[in-house]
């Protein structure tokens, strides 16, 4: 469980530069990958075995903790290696594993109860029956979405599940988890850790005749000042979350951990932010406020670590723009001052080549001189940042000369002139680089505090006593008998300062207890010898449980094992695998209002769903099945919770709705916004309570059959329509500049409106009453031609999402998925592909 801190402070690490770096900044945990497959960040370096080992040891001798993150979905054949890496990990050392997958967690768990769980924010918990759920499966950890607000996770404390909350670093536009962006746009999945991150690329806003919506110049709407001239073209990209002055809060709110995003990050930056926040938690957990001085001096070296400027906004409960970054998504570093003056210095002329009668080459290029007046602070190698303001798309970088106080007025050469005004910013701190290689090329990271006892007494062995000063543990040594000196007698001084002497080893003397008789002689190397052997028995000491864990522990298990234990666990809970008949295959549809409901019944659909806030509005015909939502926070209990009912079906989109369906006794059937990609989910569920699936679209052809074959209820796939892309706290509507603050009344929102991304693909969005944003793929996907092998695995329902849809673009939609089965069923192929449709990734697997 968390470290012994009342708050603990999780760093990322990519590789052993950046864990290093963690562990000399001072976290009390670090999560790192092991190998390259199963993490969320699977272009991180991450660590080979080897590697890794050495890590977990150096963490383990400074008292921190390790975790490895295996926070993606799983395919069914991949079982077998992810569970290997997980014992190998665990024998290397790891404390923790953080999971997303609920089949991978429910193996972890059979098999080795032993090892501590983490479930992922990927995972998507953000409410107390969510949290209870997987506290009822043996989560040992939660982490909840970053969505949440202070009063929330107030609440969920009070569930006795450890929480863990991010604290600082990027924020994802989507809600974790249920981001499909990057897959739908190529072969990259954010829920395989590959995610390609398109929510920071431009967009623009496109009205319902193909025009482009006018978005207000950036220094409205509470963005930044500094940027004026600039249009909002990152409509999906959020400022970095800093909590930075949210500590005392967090912890008496009942938060356990405070998580620092950033395992895609340099050394230097996971140095400089997990060092300021280990002095601010330092401070709070002494009682004491940060002096202004030192408030300033943690926020300096925070703006100076990548970042695209801070917001505190889910915290709070907000959601607005001032949480987003929309005219620009790089680093913006810390602003220092402005141009005052610039002037050209002269053009030169480089000459390249020409020897042995090779052809001369020349460059032309100029050099001029900024004259920059500070407002903050630089060194001497600070990288600066010099945007113009009537065009920051012509910026430059210059480099600081020397170390300048704020006030001063400095000069750098830049390759051009820059207008006087131009904002300038450090981006790269030249002392958090040198602070981070230091540490890179240290033998010891962090070392551990000690007390340190010493018994000199005639005629006794002389003793070494180490004890760690948070407890942990403890060590003896003894060596020679201590005699009487025959020359001058050994003082205490003596053995201070050369029991201290413990120099590149792992532990740091911070007391001495010396008992010392009058007239004692000894060697000193004699003295060293013992020293030596006690820092040995504390490091056998505090790594002695790590070594022990191979004993008693099952061995993983291979892909037949997996299928013999799933089959076991069937009959445990009564699930038997279908024997489906073509009279059960239905045509089913997803509406946004009661006329197209009709027309979806009246074209052949045999099931048909609605979002819940649409069924509280019109007079809809009987039979309507609940869509509800993939976000359920506290406040979403009440709108949602009333169509949960006995005996019915439901379409459930997180842990939190299926806990409760299954406590009622409903028939939840899974949306495929919550994973499932291989058998062991699929068993995990069902065993929970699933009384159906739908299938996930980043899944292959093969992948959804096989499935299908395995499942002991009813398998669903969505065969024609647009994808669900992402879905959003904050509005992606109020770039423009409207928000009135009311979404019921908000005319914006009944709009058709677009983002027209840099391949000039429409993307449609949509803003529910609640304020939350949904955004669909560009194309419609089109598996109807597939539905004679999917008819044969045993997909049973067939979804048209006809959520963009007319009534009559509907009728449409229902009579092609309706005519592709009714071919099926008598053995014939389907009508081609819709053209201009996609297949998705029925023939291109995620990586």
Known sequence: MAHKNVIELLAPAGGPESFNAALAAGADAIYCGLGSSFNARRSADNFDDEGFAAACRSAHLAGTRVYVTINVAVATDEMPRLLRLVRRAWLFGADAFIIQDWGVFSEVRRLWPQIETHISTQANIHDARGV????????????????????????????????????????????????????????????????????????????????????????????????????????????????VDHIDEMILAGVGSLKVEGRMKAPDYVYQVVSAYRRAIDASIAGRALSDEESGAVHRQLKRAFNRDFTDAYLLGLSDNRMMSYERSNNRGEVVGEVVSGRKLEDLVERRGGGNGGRTRMRRFSRAEVTIRLTQPVGAGDLLEVRPVSDPTQFLTVTAERDSKASEVICATAPRVMEAGAIVRVIRSQAALAAAARVAKADVQRKRPVYVRVVARLGQPFVVELACVDGEAAARAEGFVVEEAKTRPVGEDDLVAHVGRMGGGPFEPVSYDVELDDGCGMGFSAVHKVRAEAVRALEEALLAGYAAREEGMAKAPSEYAIAANLEAERADHGLELRSVGIEETCVCALVTDSACARAAFAAGAARVYAAVDDLA????????????????????????????????????????????????????????????????????????????????????????????????????????????????????????????????????????????????????????????SRIWAAQVLDATPESVELLAAGVTRFLADCTLLDEAETRQAIARVAAALDAARVGKRPAEREAGATSGHLYAPIK
């Open 617 to 772: 509005a019109g007079e809809w015909p009987q039979g309507v099945i609940p869509w509800l939502d993939e976000v359920c926070r506290e406040a979403d209990h009440d709108r949602l919770d009333q169509h949960v009912v006995a005996g019915k079906p439901c379409a459930v989109g997180n842990m939190s709705e299926l806990a409760l369906a299954a406590e009622l006794g409903a028939a939840p059937e899974i949306r495929s916004c919550v994973p499932v990609h291989n058998e062991s989910c699929l068993v995990t569920l069902e065993a929970a309570g699933a009384a159906g699936f739908w299938l996930s679209h980043e899944l292959t052809l093969e992948q959804i059959c096989e499935l299908a074959r395995r499942s002991s209820v009813p398998v669903g796939l969505m065969v024609y329509g647009r994808e669900r892309a992402m879905t959003s706290e904050h509005c992606v509507l109020q770039v423009m500049g409207k928000c009135i603050h009311d979404c019921a009344r908000c005319p914006q929102r009944k709009r058709r409106l677009s983002l027209r991304n840099i391949e000039g693909k429409l993307l449609p969005v949509r803003t529910d009453i609640n304020g939350r």
């Open 132 to 243: 209870a759920w997987c506290r009822e499966r043996g989560a040992d950890r939660v982490t909840l979405s970053r969505e949440l607000s202070l009063t929330e996770i107030r609440r969920i404390a009070r569930e006795g599940v450890e929480l863990e909350c991010f604290g600082h670093g990027a924020l994802c536009f989507c809600y974790s988890g249920v981001c499909m962006m990057s897959s739908l746009a190529g072969d990259r999945s954010a829920n395989r850790g590959l995610c390609a991150q398109p929510c920071r690329l431009p967009y623009e806003l496109i009205d319902e005749e193909g025009r482009m919506v006018p978005i207000p110049d950036v220094g409205t709407a509470g963005m930044a000042e500094t940027m004026r001239g600039v249009g909002g073209t990152r409509a999906l990209c959020p400022k970095d979350y800093c909590l």
